[in-house]
């Protein structure tokens, strides 16, 4: 069944044309990463999905609802969205702070309902944000405080979630929790995700489904093994490549000194 | 959360008794009791007309309009702190000031070698403050992807347009005129009566309803624009509906007291520095304590060098500051 579903989306800012005519579908319950250059158009196309760029053309449907004819508060039960830097406001808990995915449910006049706050508590306890509840968001390092943003977005209990370059910034430990964090969802809650990566050995191996986008436009669209392996990959970053196999995994080795045009 | 709110009650409580009972006349605090129970239908009063008078023509209205105008400035600049996500923000930031002051001037200097100001300032300088502010949503607002900063530099483009308009009409006008301008610039709650209460009133009960209301929602703006919308909120609509009641509130009050500083921007400070970043703690603190606070300052304003009184602006600032101040470094000492 698809669960996302683009339609030829351009996304122009000014003259600058940032996505070019993309259309995909993205099956329910799996896990489809988005790769390619800096300035391939990544972060604009997962705006455009999380329904918060207006389209030049092309429309973007998650649940068979197109999102530019939903309100913001029933778009918000559809999908969530992890920016590539969120905001993390300084002096709010963790438990403020998770509890705001919420709003969409109870209102912005109305007090969260005890099922908001069930909810709220299942995800700090499952993602083990427990001890850091009543913690400043802001004082938290690195890696504690993705995961607090993944728990806001899991929390707004959507089929959807949206997440632009999720490990950025965090060691290798803690990229690997958070990616398995959202295998288990993917895998156990039938969670559909769509993100951004520029790991490629992790894209390979965390996702179903690489998408590789280039100059606004998808170059190559498949199965992680064939992408990754793919004379566009190379072409698109303009460096060479090299992929091993170690223990079954593909890993991806840039090669020194063979930089194309 | 619990300890300041009591506390800054029993300040408005305060605040409201010293309001009525200190001044040149002096009148004890039961014998003001007593008339207001007598008032009630309960027992009689002991004060002569004239002191009944001076208790409930001019202590009383300046102390009510000094709570509204307390409340009504803390509100406006905790909702703007919190809209703009901005420390600095106050409720002049979108150019009710600058509009206001060109309206009050256009009143003034309008009646040759005035020394009173005019009865129809008030309605100038609303109407003033309603078109600077629109100006600026119009300028700040209309852009394709309008930012909180575009609008706070279309306030400040706004705001140095009327400012330059007015310096021009006082240039030409007489220093009669020039030094009611300042006067009515200062702020000031002398000309209180039960009429300029009765004016503003609506306006600041619904302005405040208005942005008490949005806290919660402002808590979700302090993640940021797009993630807000992603969490559900239509920010525009939001941002459009606080700015324009923080600033209808505003100019309502500053049509009727002129221009009172540090209020707005000190107040809401202070109530975040005991109680935390969160605006549905922020701003219902902020209008009791914009209250008690503004009545206070008005209080000493009146008393400190009587029978002439002191710029409210200035016991707001000279008040405000050190309590600021003192809060700070309280905080930094507790939390290491």
Redesign the interface.
């Known amino acids: 069944m698809t669960m996302v579903h683009l339609d030829h989306v351009t996304l122009r800012a000014g003259t600058t044309t940032l996505v070019h005519d993309v259309s995909l579908e993205v099956a329910a319950g799996t896990w489809c990463t988005i790769i390619g250059p800096n300035g391939a158009g990544k972060t604009s196309l997962v705006?455009a999905l999380?329904?918060?760029r207006t389209l030049s053309r092309g429309t973007v449907s998650i649940d068979e609802q197109r999102l530019d004819r939903l309100?913001?508060?029933e778009?918000?039960?559809l999908?969530?969205?992890v920016?590539q830097h969120?905001?993390?406001?300084?002096?709010?808990s963790v438990l403020?702070y998770v509890a705001?995915?919420r709003?969409?449910f109870h209102g912005?006049?109305r007090a969260p309902s005890r099922r908001d706050r069930d909810v709220v508590a299942g995800v700090i306890e499952r993602l083990e944000l427990g001890d850091f509840r009543h913690r400043d968001g802001a004082s938290l390092s690195g890696g504690e405080r993705q995961r607090m943003v993944l728990a806001r977005a899991l929390a707004?209990a959507t089929k959807v979630v949206v997440l632009d370059e999720p490990i950025t910034g965090l060691d290798v430990r803690h990229q690997m929790d958070i990616l398995e964090l959202l295998k288990k969802e993917v895998e156990e809650c039938a969670l559909t995700v769509i993100a951004t990566l520029h790991d490629l050995t992790l894209a390979g191996l965390f996702t179903d489904r690489l998408v590789l986008l280039h100059r606004g436009e998808v170059l190559h669209d498949g199965a992680a093994h064939d992408v990754i392996r793919s004379e566009e990959l190379a072409t698109s970053y303009g460096t060479r490549l090299q992929v091993v196999n170690v223990d079954g995994n593909d890993v991806v080795v840039p090669v020194r000194g063979a930089t194309r045009a | 959360m619990f300890v300041v709110a009591v506390v800054t009650a029993g300040a408005l409580v305060l605040a409201v008794v010293l309001g009525l009972v200190i001044g040149p006349t002096p009148i004890s605090t039961p014998r003001i009791l007593g008339d207001a129970f007598s008032h009630l239908g309960l027992g009689h009063s002991t004060l002569t007309s004239i002191q009944s008078s001076v208790v409930w023509q001019l202590r009383a209205p300046r102390m009510v309009l000094g709570l509204l105008a307390g409340a009504m400035l803390a509100v406006a600049g905790g909702t703007y702190q919190g809209v703009f996500r901005n420390p600095l923000a106050d409720p002049y930031l979108l150019g009710v000031a600058a509009g206001a002051g060109l309206g009050a001037t256009l009143a003034i200097v309008d009646v040759a070698n005035a020394a009173t100001i005019p009865t129809w300032t008030p309605l100038l300088a609303f109407a003033g403050a309603m078109v600077a502010v629109s100006l600026t949503w119009v300028i700040g607002g209309r852009s394709m992807r309008s930012t909180t900063a575009t609008l706070v530099l279309a306030g400040v483009a706004v705001s140095a347009l009327f400012t330059s308009a007015q310096t021009f009409l006082q240039q030409q006008s007489s220093a009669q005129s020039i030094a009611s301008v300042y006067i009515w610039l200062l702020g000031s709650l002398a000309n209180a009566s039960w009429h300029s209460v009765l004016v503003v009133l609506p306006y600041v009960v619904g302005c405040v309803v208005v942005c008490v209301l949005a806290g919660r929602a402002l808590d979700v703006m302090s993640v940021g624009d797009d993630e807000a919308r992603s969490l559900g909120l239509s920010v525009r609509s939001v941002r459009l509906l606080v700015v324009a009641a923080s600033s209808l509130g505003t100019a309502a009050i500053v049509s009727a007291v002129g221009l009172i500083g540090f209020v707005g921007i000190i107040v809401p400070h202070i109530v975040r520095l005991l109680v935390g970043t969160s605006y549905r703690r922020i701003l219902p603190l902020s209008v009791l304590f914009g209250a008690a606070f503004l009545v206070l300052c008005d209080t000493l304003a009146r008393t400190v060098m009587a029978p002439s009184e002191l710029p409210l602006g200035v016991v707001t600032a000279i008040i405000g500051a050190p309590v600021f101040v003192l809060i700070l470094s309280v905080r930094r000492m507790s939390t290491p």
């Open positions: 705006a999380a329904g918060l309100r913001e508060r778009r918000a039960r999908v969530a969205y920016p969120p905001e993390i406001p300084v002096g709010m403020d705001l995915s709003v969409a912005a006049l707004q």
